[in-house]
């Protein structure tokens, strides 16, 4: 059983007999009266948000999800699909399941695909992934410590703020929670 002491982010719990994975949440004391915790989840099955408010010492069953080692193969009109290496069994999930994780996909990358009751549901991504700039205004030398920032265009279609000495050609390296710039990568 799950209580809401062991909540944190990216836990997977059933709520009212559906899976549900925890995107925030926070504890709150009041003052007066009893401690609850406000919690954003995410259905596992259809996507959906839901925010909810829980009491304190409530409890939640753990769902039967299994992950599995899955390469990202390509994506089709069907949706992305995914490739078991161990016995080439495929599985295509569609962009309304995966979210933001289309984002940060490239063919070839190693991922692991949430299955629930044996039905692929999810995508659990690294904590980062490094990816090239496709597009942006021409850098500048000199321009390594200022604060400033212009944006860029990554070779999967997403757009990130990154510092003004960054070309076309970089390899970046980006938050794939907060979809942010951590670093430039040298790949030598």
Same mark, same amino acid.
């Given at each position: 059983?799950?209580?809401?002491?062991?909540?944190?982010?990216?836990?997977?719990?059933?709520?009212?007999?559906?899976? @549900?994975?925890?995107?925030?949440?926070?504890?709150?004391?009041?003052?007066?009266?009893?401690? @609850?915790?406000?919690? +954003?989840?995410?259905?596992?099955?259809?996507?959906?948000?839901?925010?909810?408010?829980?009491?304190?010492?409530? +409890?939640?069953?753990?769902?039967?999800?299994? @992950?599995?080692?899955?390469?990202?193969?390509?994506?089709?009109?069907?949706?992305?699909?995914?490739?078991?290496?161990?016995?080439?069994?495929?599985?295509?999930?569609?962009?309304?399941?995966?979210?933001?994780?289309?984002?940060?996909?490239?063919?070839?990358?190693?991922? +692991?695909?949430?299955?629930?009751?044996?039905?692929?549901?999810?995508?659990?991504?690294?904590?980062?992934?490094? %990816?090239?700039?496709?597009?942006?205004?021409?850098?500048?030398?000199?321009?390594?410590?200022?604060?400033?920032? +212009?944006?860029?265009?990554?070779?999967?279609?997403?757009?990130?703020?990154?510092?003004?000495?960054?070309?076309?050609?970089?390899?970046?390296?980006?938050?794939?929670?907060?979809?942010?710039?951590?670093?430039?990568?040298? %790949?030598?």
């Amino acid at each position: 059983m799950i209580e809401t002491s062991d909540f944190r982010k990216g836990l997977n719990l059933l709520v009212d007999g559906e899976p @549900f994975t925890i995107v925030d949440f926070q504890h709150v004391k009041p003052g007066k009266g009893n401690q @609850f915790t406000r919690t +954003k989840l995410r259905n596992l099955i259809t996507g959906q948000n839901l925010e909810r408010t829980i009491k304190s010492g409530e +409890k939640f069953g753990e769902p039967d999800i299994v @992950f599995k080692d899955m390469d990202y193969l390509y994506k089709d009109d069907n949706g992305y699909n995914f490739m078991d290496p161990a016995d080439y069994n495929q599985v295509t999930l569609n962009k309304e399941v995966l979210g933001d994780a289309t984002n940060y996909l490239l063919e070839g990358m190693k991922t +692991k695909v949430c299955f629930y009751n044996e039905r692929a549901v999810g995508l659990d991504l690294p904590v980062s992934v490094n %990816l090239k700039v496709v597009a942006t205004d021409p850098g500048f030398k000199g321009n390594t410590v200022t604060g400033t920032f +212009k944006p860029a265009t990554l070779e999967t279609g997403l757009v990130v703020q990154v510092p003004l000495h960054t070309n076309v050609g970089d390899t970046l390296k980006i938050d794939t929670e907060t979809g942010e710039y951590k670093e430039r990568v040298n %790949l030598k």
